[in-house]
């Protein structure tokens, strides 16, 4: 059984309603189970040109599906809440979920569709800070660091663009 971190990201529509829907979506699935869940954090769009902020959460699962086939069912369920696939842009667009696996036990793989661990998780206070509620103590497989660490090595933390705020709008249940 894998241990595995996913960010669920959402800046159209119900944004909150969105990640909750993921996430009962992933947990309806009989080869994932949901073992916890940060809270909720809005934050600027980061990399791509949007009035629209982010609302980010990260969660624990534990599964039996390979990176794959975890990377299909993702994928699956953000086409189903209405995100768009546009595989010949490399520009980062709006979108009602986005669901990215961070990590995978301590695997590091790099497939021409996954790169495990997601290449900017050290770089990134909005996953980094929700991991922090849930998995301070996981140590990065590539740099030998905690989740702590690396949020300690950020250079602005607090710059709204990286890290935002958390919102009262309780925690994911599931």
Not at 26 to 43: D, W
Not at 75 to 92: A, C, M, P, V, W
Request: charged content about 20%.
């Amino acid at each position: 059984m894998a241990i595995v971190y996913l960010s669920l990201g959402s800046n159209i529509g119900d944004r909150v309603g969105y990640i909750q829907q993921a996430t009962n979506m992933l947990g309806a699935n009989s080869f994932i189970n949901i073992v916890a869940a940060s809270s909720f954090y809005e934050s600027e769009p980061c990399q791509m040109v949007s009035d629209n902020w982010f609302v980010n959460a990260v969660i624990q699962i534990t599964t039996t599906l390979t990176p794959e086939l975890l990377l299909a069912e993702c994928q699956r369920i953000e086409t189903l809440l209405g995100r768009k696939h546009d595989n010949d842009s490399k520009e980062y667009k709006d979108r009602t979920i986005d669901i990215d696996i961070l990590f995978y036990n301590s695997l590091i793989m790099k497939t021409e569709f996954l790169t495990i661990p997601h290449k900017s998780v050290h770089l990134r206070a909005f996953t980094l800070v929700p991991m922090l509620e849930i998995a301070q103590d996981f140590v990065h497989p590539v740099f030998g660091k905690t989740i702590e660490e690396l949020y300690d090595e950020l250079e602005n933390p607090e710059s709204i663009c990286l890290y935002g705020t958390r919102i009262e709008t309780g925690d994911l249940e599931f």
